[in-house]
């Protein structure tokens, strides 16, 4: 690892109102030396000027959000997922994020219509689009994160709620071209998680925090809070990603619609004190 100061990383979604050049400039007010970035607000930034943004400040760039969405199985999802890896290689982010998709025909905060209900079916469907697209990443220098999220978001977002289903599928490719994010919102509950996370090892490409909320709010999407606000013990995480071996940033990424809301420079300073008490600590 080179020689850095904290490890932490704003991710660009935990100060939502900024742009990515508000994003950019508030990390280097607040001496954030990495950032993680959307695609669609990157659209806006437009890619150029993002690519330019970040290195003008000296910023790391720790992944890029998001790719995926596999389990349809269309020629559309593929092509879409090469535009993110290149753009990810354009933006220097070692890793792409993927968040794999729910049940075809399942579409987020839409009523239930036609669904297709087989769930073995939309895992091997990404197993199959990773096949494609994993080669792809590796030869632009990305690897594909693969993302497991806790198991209320199976039907709509994600069929891989567990970090051992994720490994399952990553292990089938070489270590450079896919990984799995390790993210304690999704995987705080999960009793085998730090026998998994010894198990990830090198394959862990990101480690993003934030605590889980209870009571949860209405849309169960925005029930992330800020470290210490929620019921997750960040430290045992921590220090089981560690001893894996990771020693990259770490990228606190929070939906809630109050942190949203709130001044984002305030978000950040109480982000970075929050960080620095449970997560970095320990």
Same mark, same amino acid.
């Given at each position: ?42 659209a ?5 000027e ?19 969405f ?11 997922n ?6 990810a290689?354009? &933006?220097?982010?070692?890793? *792409? ?6 049940l075809? #025909? +399942?579409v987020?905060?839409? $009523? @239930?219509? %036609? ?13 199959e ?6 080669p792809y ?14 198991p209320m978001?199976?039907?709509?977002r ?22 799995v ?9 999960d ?10 090892g ?9 605590d889980?909320?209870?009571? &949860?709010?209405?849309?169960? *999407? ?7 606000? #929620? +019921?997750?013990?960040?430290? $045992? @995480?921590? %220090? ?17 619609a ?25």
């Amino acid at each position: 690892m080179t020689p850095r100061g904290s490890r932490l990383s704003l991710n660009q979604w935990t100060t939502r109102r900024w742009s990515v050049a508000e994003a950019v400039d508030g990390c280097v007010r607040h001496g954030v030396e990495a950032i993680g970035l959307w695609r669609q607000d990157v659209a806006v930034q437009g890619l150029d000027e993002t690519v330019k943004l970040v290195a003008d400040a000296g910023l790391r760039v720790s992944s890029l959000c998001r790719g995926g969405f596999l389990t349809s199985g269309d020629t559309a999802a593929l092509d879409d997922n090469r535009r993110a890896i290149d753009e990810a290689a354009a &933006l220097g982010a070692p890793c *792409l994020v993927m968040v794999v998709g729910g049940l075809p #025909g +399942v579409v987020p905060a839409e $009523p @239930l219509g %036609a669904v297709d209900r087989d769930l073995a079916g939309a895992r091997e469907r990404v197993a199959e689009a990773l096949a494609v697209l994993a080669p792809y990443a590796g030869e632009r220098g990305v690897r594909l994160a693969l993302e497991p999220l806790h198991p209320m978001y199976c039907a709509d977002r994600a069929v891989l709620s567990t970090l051992g289903q994720a490994l399952d599928l990553a292990e089938r490719h070489p270590v450079e071209q896919v990984g799995v994010v390790v993210d304690t919102f999704h995987v705080w509950w999960d009793p085998q998680v730090l026998e998994q996370i010894t198990r990830a090892g090198e394959r862990i490409a990101s480690y993003q925090v934030c605590d889980f909320l209870h009571p &949860l709010p209405q849309d169960v *999407l925005l029930g992330r809070g800020v470290m210490g606000d #929620g +019921v997750i013990d960040f430290a $045992p @995480l921590t %220090a089981a990603v560690a001893a894996a071996g990771y020693t990259g940033d770490i990228e606190v990424e929070i939906f809630n619609a109050d942190v949203w809301a709130a001044d984002p420079d305030e978000v950040l300073a109480r982000v970075k004190a929050r960080f620095g008490e449970l997560v970095e600590s320990a």
